[in-house]
């Protein structure tokens, strides 16, 4: 009989208790990950709409010009052509619309809605200098801001600045689909590239069909005849054509900067070089077919 029968028996007589063997130690089963909640979506900023009588002292900038276009659609070649001309200031994309305001206490916020000043009020208002600033150190006239995603939110600018002009800059949809996956093959396929693209497509038509009075443009018709295209943009802006427009130049990388625009070796040219060969009718994806309708790119 084994010493640990024995034991137990002695116990057991004695206390009525047994030695039994440990059972086998299990390592702690790790607690599952709670799912990230998803980001709380910030309120609107809210804002008024300056009137004609608030402009001389609410907004420094008169009559920006703001290009609505989407990626990869030659808004870094528009912009260098404007550049070129004497009166018009056209930096690379300045995303504006991140640029955001907050209150560091609740009196700071008492005191700044009792100046009639709403966040929304005290971002344009971060958004004017910004601007206004960049268009004094240039030395020219007006201020032409390129960035892609302010078709976004093309009704919050024009509210910001109720003079402002309005360019849109449009490419076959194909084309930008297609620029758009070969700027980053490793990071989106064709098809991903597609629908990622067309939400900026999507955004120009709202703005186009929302704003009155903007100048449409594309991007095609630049490449095959800049100046009459040139001629026809400074007709809408009201400035005198400058064949100056048409050789801007070889860029440096202060001038052309990574990451804000275009900067590989076509746009460095320092002149317009012919676009792509237009895709054929069967090569257009059915989700773009609605967008190469409406701007005329096919039946």
């Known amino acids: 009989m084994s010493l640990m029968r024995n034991l137990n028996r002695a116990l057991t007589a004695t206390t ?14 790790p607690k599952k990950a709670a799912a990230p909640k ?3 979506k910030k309120p609107t900023a809210v804002y008024r709409c300056p009137g004609p009588e608030d402009l001389a002292t609410d907004r420094l900038l008169r009559q920006p010009v703001f ?3 989407p990626v990869r659609s030659g808004s870094t070649l528009l912009r260098m052509l404007l550049n070129a001309h004497s009166r018009l200031h056209a930096p690379h994309e300045l995303h504006i619309r991140r640029l955001e305001v907050g209150y560091g206490s609740k009196l700071s916020q008492k005191a700044m809605s009792a100046l009639d000043l709403e966040r929304g009020d005290l971002e344009h208002l971060l958004w004017d200098r910004v601007m206004h600033r960049e268009l004094v150190k240039s030395g020219k006239d007006f201020i032409v801001e390129k960035t892609p995603s302010n078709a976004f ?4 600018i024009k509210d910001c600045w109720p003079d402002a002009r309005f360019v849109f800059l449009l490419r076959h949809p194909v084309s930008i689909a297609r620029s758009w996956h070969e700027g980053d093959p490793d990071k989106r396929t064709y098809e991903e590239a ?10 120009v038509e709202r703005a186009r069909e929302g704003i009155t009075g903007g100048h449409t443009v594309h991007y095609e018709d630049i490449t095959a005849d800049p100046e009459k295209e040139m001629r026809r943009l400074c007709l809408f802006l009201g400035i005198d054509f400058e064949p ?6 070889e860029k440096d990388d202060t001038q052309v900067v990574k990451g804000l625009g ?6 460095r040219t320092g002149t317009v070089q012919a676009g792509r060969a237009l895709p054929s009718e069967d090569e257009i994806p059915e ?7 409406a701007w005329g790119y096919s039946e």
């Open 194 to 203: 597609t629908a990622d693209a067309l939400r900026y497509m999507k955004a």
């Open 287 to 293: 989700i773009l077919r609605p967008l190469c309708q």
């Open 262 to 267: 275009d900067w590989r070796d076509k746009i």
């Open 244 to 249: 100056t427009m048409l050789d801007y130049g």
């Open 153 to 156: 939110v093309h009704q919050r």
């Open 38 to 40: 998803p980001a709380a």
């Open 67 to 69: 290009i609505m276009s």
């Open 16 to 29: 009525g208790l047994q030695v039994r063997k440990a059972a086998p130690a299990t390592p702690d089963r």
